[in-house]
């Protein structure tokens, strides 16, 4: 399984940015994904998940100004960030927890839960 991340950037305070990313592989089910970020210096923070029946949580940090959502057929969770100050400086890692499918060839299916981490994309706002 691999998760792609994709967007970040850099913009100027107020601005908006989204970032979107892709579990790929033998996923039989996504029982969540979301959003981490850490700032330099920082540890690793959640910044909004949301569940595959559409239940989310959203930091304190950012509620209002961000917004989550999942496409269970196309195994994406994109977030859409609003209203960016400077403090939103930070990596964002992409995070999910999925049943994979280890064993098909049989009568029963055979899976496994994990929890996967994309790779950082950088997010940079500037006053």
């Known amino acids: 399984v691999q998760l792609q991340a994709s967007g970040g950037g850099s913009v100027q305070a107020g601005g908006s940015l989204s970032l979107s990313c892709v579990a790929s592989g033998r996923i039989l089910n996504i029982l969540h994904m979301g959003w981490y970020r850490q700032a330099p210096g920082k540890q690793r923070e959640l910044v909004a998940s949301?569940?595959?029946?559409?239940?989310?949580n959203i930091a304190d940090s950012v509620k209002g100004r961000v917004t989550i959502s999942l496409d269970n057929v196309k195994n994406t969770v994109s977030v859409q960030m609003n209203g960016l100050k400077p403090e939103d400086t930070a990596v964002y890692y992409c995070?999910?927890?999925?049943?994979?499918?280890?064993?098909?060839?049989?009568?029963?299916?055979?899976?496994?839960?994990?929890?996967?981490w994309g790779q950082g994309t950088q997010v940079t706002v500037s006053s």
């Open positions: 949301v569940t595959d029946k559409g239940s989310t």
């Open positions: 995070n999910a927890e999925l049943y994979v499918i280890e064993d098909d060839s049989g009568s029963d299916l055979q899976y496994y839960g994990m929890e996967f």
